[in-house]
């Protein structure tokens, strides 16, 4: 079998010094019309209850200290260390004038006293995982961050134990199983509590696992419900309710029969990333990832329910609709980003909706009561779909872009990471904005074959990915969800691998993997201020009132994750395939940056 060819496809380097750089497209006209949804109160507590702040997701905080005026005055008030040295992707949360704190493994949780000075530490507590669960993990041993509610702290270890804590004391409430990690489940993800229920996925597309999300009573630690990403309906909890808008989503056990014989059951489909929540509609929405293995020639059919949003009463774990984006996912486009919770005018009338900015490059608007896709324009390069069909709800494939077994595809735009991973995106109701942290990345792709072997690497290709179109690894971008196009985007060296949060001042933040914390202004994109920290930024940044009556800016740096495993793993530079691929886009990062584990906050003089 021939090597690929890393040059054949792979644009000429640009210079580091190119980048940031700026470029406008449209005059904006500003606020946009989407508005957050009416149950979503507009009072600012200056608290961060949980990552994405509230259940719309919005990552958007009334404090309007910091303006676009005064950001460039902001100081490093104080930091902390983690004493961890791997990807820190969580978001810290601050309640009562506390800051909480979660490390990647071995998943430490630090109560920070806001009332003292240089935020003394008020209790630590070590939950002691599993050593053995760091080499299940595909991408980096992260964790995403705690959430509070009802005087716990709830969080997620990478050997799938959920646990809840007390906020005041730190002691252990319980501690409850959730997977295995012999079968190569690991969990990352930060939880969502809604009605009393612990909302957690697991991790493992890669190795064989079976998704799931799991419902756990926070009083108890009883495991509620389980709803299955794959398999027949009984266990995927679809049921006389369950109305998929679209005909291709219709049918009975989907979930088994779209695959192979018993493939279903080490299909992937796994839940690690981000969840929402209606409580008019009483419905949580979410996504489903990839399914295995990468190579779509060992599992013909559509692959159900994996790459699917779901929208389900937390009550039962039910499903009122769900949406498949991509049947037979042939790129590794995880479906698990952020949904965010909006009202829009559409074609005349006000719709309840959620935005999201998928991996294959499109961002969907789509009504949350319904599933029904209203628009779904491109947001990044994308070359292996020709739009999205609002009638069927199907992208237009590609067809010279389609994977298989023993065939070299060249230049898929984008990368298995997508236009945008994990990392959080923010809505601003002030502009009207969604403000995207995401990528420029592009894949050489040959599907290999594989056999699954219990707790071990089940992917099926040989992926070596590199910059997308401009040479620019990354981007952060100011998106219309009404009127469906970009306003601004700030061209980054590397991929955005962090968060976002918007205020109330018109001030966004974001971090970059080169070390630079920045504040943007939320209407055009400029600079406002910037802080270089000591590691590449992959967290998630949140504000907060402090008890002295002024507002502060957090955020974790210490790079990592898929994006950064080269740095956080000592990945080999001349290995194009470490890292399922990434490290060939990935070679210069180490010339920017080392390891790292610091809390960073800031406030004006």
């Not at 209850?49 to 997701?57: D, E, G, L, R």
């Not at 959430?147 to 799938?160: C, H, S, V």
């Not at 984006?325 to 309840?352: F, S």
């Not at 080999?572 to 390891?595: C, I, Q, S, W, Y």
Request: proline share 7%; glycine share 12%.
């Amino acid at each position: 079998m021939a090597a690929l060819c890393l040059l054949c496809s792979m644009p000429q380097p640009v210079a580091a010094e190119a980048f940031p750089r700026l470029e406008r497209y449209v005059p904006p006209t500003l606020p946009s019309g989407a508005r957050v949804p009416t149950w979503l109160s507009d009072k600012e507590d200056g608290q961060w209850p949980m990552p994405a702040k509230n259940f719309a997701s919005t990552r958007y905080s009334g404090l309007n200290q910091i303006t676009t005026s005064n950001a460039k005055q902001l100081r490093l008030a104080w930091t902390f260390s983690t004493g961890q040295t791997n990807g820190h992707e969580a978001a810290p949360v601050v309640v009562d004038q506390v800051m909480y704190v979660v490390t990647p493994f071995p998943n430490v949780v630090y109560a920070l006293d806001l009332s003292k000075p240089g935020g003394a530490k008020k209790w630590e507590y070590r939950p002691e995982p599993a050593r053995a669960a760091q080499g299940v993990a595909c991408c980096d041993v992260v964790n995403r961050g705690v959430t509070y509610a009802a005087g716990k702290i709830l969080f997620n270890t990478l050997d799938n134990h959920a646990i809840a804590l007390d906020s005041k004391t730190g002691k252990e409430l319980w501690k409850t199983r959730l997977g295995d990690i012999n079968m190569g489940e690991s969990i990352t993800m930060a939880p969502l509590v809604v009605k009393g229920k612990m909302l957690v996925g697991n991790s493992g597309g890669e190795m064989g696992v079976r998704g799931w999300l799991k419902a756990i009573d926070i009083d108890s630690g009883t495991l509620l419900w389980t709803a299955y990403s794959t398999g027949p309906d009984a266990d995927v909890l679809l049921g006389p309710g369950f109305k998929p808008f679209y005909a291709k989503d219709r049918g009975k056990d989907l979930g088994a029969g779209s695959w192979p014989p018993g493939a279903w059951k080490i299909g992937g489909g796994t839940v690690w990333g981000w969840i929402s929540y209606d409580p008019e509609l009483n419905l949580i929405y979410y996504g489903t990832g990839n399914p295995g293995p990468w190579n779509p020639d060992q599992r013909p059919g559509d692959n159900k329910w994996t790459l699917s949003i779901f929208a389900r009463n937390p009550d039962t774990g039910q499903a009122a609709w769900a949406y498949q984006i991509e049947a037979h996912d042939l790129y590794d486009y995880d479906g698990v980003n952020e949904l965010v919770l909006l009202d829009l005018p559409v074609a005349g009338r006000q719709r309840k909706v959620l935005v999201r900015p998928e991996r294959n490059g499109h961002m969907y608007v789509m009504d949350r009561a319904t599933g029904e896709v209203l628009s779904a324009n491109t947001y990044a390069s994308v070359n292996v779909t020709r739009g999205i069909d609002l009638k069927t709800g199907e992208p237009n494939k590609v067809k010279e872009k389609e994977t298989g077994l023993g065939k070299t595809v060249r230049n898929i735009c984008p990368a298995a990471p997508g236009a945008k991973d994990w990392q959080p995106s923010a809505f601003s109701p002030k502009t009207g904005l969604l403000y995207i942290p995401h990528n420029n990345l592009c894949m050489d792709f040959r599907g290999t074959e594989v056999n699954y072997i219990a707790g071990t690497p089940y992917v099926g290709a040989e992926v070596h990915m590199f910059a997308g179109p401009g040479g620019h690894r990354g981007e952060f971008s100011a998106w219309d969800p009404v009127a469906a196009h970009k306003l601004w985007s700030i061209k980054e060296l590397f991929p955005v691998w962090s968060g976002a949060v918007a205020t109330a001042g018109d001030v966004v933040f974001y971090g970059t993997m080169d070390r630079w914390f920045k504040a943007v202004h939320a209407r055009t994109g400029e600079t406002l201020w910037q802080f270089r920290v000591d590691s590449g930024i992959v967290g998630q940044p949140v504000t907060y009132l402090g008890g002295d009556g002024k507002q502060y800016v957090a955020i974790l740096s210490g790079v990592g994750g898929w994006a950064g495993a080269i740095v956080s793993g000592e990945l080999d530079a001349r290995d194009g395939t470490a890292a399922l691929g990434f490290v060939n886009a990935m070679k210069d990062l180490p010339e920017h940056t080392g390891e790292g584990g610091q809390l960073y906050v800031f406030a004006l003089p």
